[in-house]
C-alpha cells in the first residue's frame, strides 16, 4: 500500500489469454505481439527521458493500428513497475521527480515544494477546446460536478504530467510536444475495510479535510480509472488510452432483466435490471465526501470504446481484446508466478480503447481520427459518452483537445493540453510564505486571495503539514 497523504477500455470480464487461431481472417491482429519476457518489471529505463524500454513507437497512421496499441502497452507496463529493485510497493507513475503533480490554480506545479497529492472533485467539461482547464481548490466546491459510487462516496481525481513540461521555453520552441510526453488522470473511489484489504484495487491513503481543517479522514482510495495522454515521435497529436476497473458497470447495451455479472461500483442492480426507472451518466452538484445518501448510475456507452459502423471496427476491438488478454484473469502476465504482490493488482484492470489520427500533418477531424472513435472513461467524462450531443459526429478525447496539424500546438492559444496551459500560468507564481519561527501554526497569508496549499515537504523556513484554508488564508504547520 501506498501512503500519501492529501489534500479517453470496455468489456467488463475477466480476459483469458488469446491464441493466434482466434484471429483467422485478420493477419495483423494475428501477428500482433504483447508478449513479454523475463522479470519485465525490472527493465531499466536506461539513460533520459522518455524512457527507452518504450520500444513500441508508432510510425504509420493507416491501416496499422497494432503498433499503438503496442506503444500503449508498453507505457502502461512502464508506469506501473517499480520506481526501483528495492522500492516494489513505489510505482513509476506516482514518483514526483518523473511525474509531478498538477497542483491548485496560483501554484507553482514545476517548484520543489509540492503536495503529497492534490486531489480533487471534476468539474464540467465545457464543450470548446478554447476553455481554459478547471482545477477546483477545494474537494467540497459547490459549482464542482462530481460522481459518487454506491455507498454514497465521491469520487476523487489527481492529475500528474511528465516532468519535461516543467521546461515551458523548451516546449514552446517547438510546434509539438516532444516524444515521452506524458499527461494522465486518476480517479479514486473511497473503500471500506473490507474492499481495502481485497487485494482488488490499486489503493492509496490520504488524509482528506472537508469544508474545516478541524474535520479530517484518514481514508482509503481505489483507483477506479486512468486516462493516458502519450506523445510519440511520430504522432505528437499523443496517443490516448483509458483503463477501468472491471467491477465499475455494465454496458448500456447489456442493460435490461438478462443483465449478468455485479455487484458494480457505479451501478445499482435495481437500475440495471430495470434502467427505464433510471437516470444513467448524469453527474451532481458536490455535496460533500461520505455517506452521502447520493448515487450516480453509469453505464459504458460501447463496448471498446466503439460503434459497429465506426471505421476499423473489427480490426480495433480485436486488437483491445487481444491486448486485455494479457492484462486481467488468470492468465495475466500481472498474474504469472514470480510476479511482485504489488504488481498483481492490475489484473483487475482493463484497457477501454485508444485514440490517434492518422496523418499527422492535418488536424484531428473525426475523418482523420483513428482507434477507439468513441473513447470516453466512465469515471471521468460520464456524460461525454454515446453521440454527441448535438446529434452529428463521434465524442472522444479530440473533442476537447484539438490537435493542429499545420499550427502550433504549444502556444496560449492552441489549447490542446489544458494541463499544459495551466502550468505556463502558473510557472511564475510566487512560493509560499516563509514560516515565521519553527513548528509554528496559523494562518499563511496567501497573495492575490488565491488558496495556496501548504508544502507538503519539510524544507527549512516552509510551511508544511496543514491542509487548505478558506479565503485569503491556509492553515499550516511550519517545519521543526
Not at 480485436?318 to 514470480?338: P, T, W
Not at 477501454?352 to 477531424?365: F, H, N, P, Y
Request: proline letters at 7%; charged letters at 20%; aromatic letters at 10%.
Amino acid at each position: 500500500m501506498n501512503r500519501i497523504y492529501l489534500l479517453c477500455i470496455a468489456v467488463l470480464a475477466s480476459w483469458s489469454a488469446l491464441a493466434d487461431s482466434d484471429y483467422p481472417d485478420n493477419l495483423q491482429v494475428k501477428e500482433c505481439n504483447f508478449q513479454v519476457q523475463g522479470q519485465w518489471w525490472n527493465q531499466s529505463p536506461t539513460q533520459g527521458y522518455p524512457p527507452l524500454v518504450v520500444a513500441n513507437n508508432p510510425t504509420t497512421g493507416e491501416p496499422e493500428f497494432c503498433e499503438f496499441y503496442q506503444f500503449s502497452w508498453d507505457w502502461m507496463r512502464y508506469l506501473v513497475s517499480p520506481v526501483s529493485q528495492d522500492k516494489f510497493d513505489e510505482p513509476r507513475w506516482q514518483d514526483q521527480s518523473l511525474f509531478p503533480l498538477l497542483e491548485t490554480r496560483g501554484t507553482n506545479s514545476c517548484d520543489d515544494s509540492y503536495p503529497a497529492n492534490a486531489l480533487m472533485v471534476r468539474s464540467m467539461k465545457s464543450m470548446k477546446d478554447s476553455s481554459p482547464f478547471v482545477l477546483p481548490e477545494r474537494i467540497d466546491q459547490a459549482f464542482a460536478d462530481a460522481i459518487y459510487d454506491q455507498n454514497g462516496n465521491i469520487v476523487l481525481y489527481e492529475i500528474r504530467f511528465s516532468q519535461n513540461l516543467c521546461d515551458v521555453t523548451k516546449i514552446q520552441s517547438q510546434p509539438n510536444f516532444p516524444g515521452g510526453t506524458l499527461e494522465m488522470k486518476t480517479a479514486w473511489r473511497i473503500l471500506g475495510d473490507d474492499e481495502a484489504n481485497s487485494g482488488n484495487y490499486y489503493v492509496m491513503q490520504a488524509v482528506i479535510a472537508e469544508n474545516s481543517v478541524e474535520r479530517t479522514q484518514t481514508l482509503t482510495l481505489g483507483l477506479v480509472g486512468l486516462h493516458l495522454a502519450i506523445s510519440a515521435d511520430n504522432h505528437p497529436e499523443m496517443v490516448w488510452v483509458t483503463l477501468e476497473h472491471q467491477d465499475n458497470n455494465p454496458l448500456c447495451d447489456d442493460l435490461g432483466p438478462t443483465v449478468t455479472g455485479g455487484p458494480w461500483s457505479f451501478t445499482s442492480a435495481s437500475c440495471a435490471q430495470t434502467p427505464s426507472d433510471c437516470q444513467f451518466n448524469q453527474t451532481v452538484k458536490a455535496a460533500g465526501l461520505t455517506k452521502t445518501g447520493l448515487r450516480t448510475e453509469i453505464c459504458q456507452g460501447y463496448a471498446h470504446a466503439s460503434k459497429p459502423d465506426d471505421r476499423d471496427y473489427s480490426l480495433n476491438t480485436q486488437l483491445v481484446n487481444k491486448l486485455n488478454s494479457y492484462i486481467g484473469g488468470e492468465d495475466s502476465i500481472f498474474a504469472q508466478q514470480g510476479t511482485p504482490e504489488s504488481l498483481q493488482v492490475w489484473k483487475n484492470y482493463f484497457v477501454v480503447g485508444a485514440l490517434w489520427v492518422s496523418d499527422v500533418e492535418k488536424d484531428s477531424t473525426p475523418d482523420n481520427q483513428r482507434g477507439s472513435l468513441q473513447l470516453a472513461n466512465t469515471v471521468m467524462e460520464t456524460q461525454f459518452q454515446r453521440d454527441a450531443p448535438w446529434g452529428k459526429g463521434t465524442m472522444n478525447c479530440f473533442e476537447c483537445h484539438n490537435y493542429s496539424g499545420t499550427k502550433s500546438n504549444t502556444s496560449p492559444s492552441a489549447f490542446m493540453s489544458h494541463i499544459f496551459d495551466d502550468i505556463v500560468k502558473d510557472i511564475d507564481a510566487p512560493p509560499s510564505p516563509i514560516c515565521p519561527k519553527p513548528n509554528y501554526k496559523g494562518n499563511v497569508p496567501v497573495d492575490g486571495g488565491s488558496i495556496t496549499m501548504c508544502n507538503a515537504v519539510c524544507t527549512p523556513g516552509k510551511w508544511t503539514g496543514g491542509v487548505k484554508g478558506h479565503g485569503l488564508f491556509a492553515t499550516c504547520e511550519c517545519c521543526p
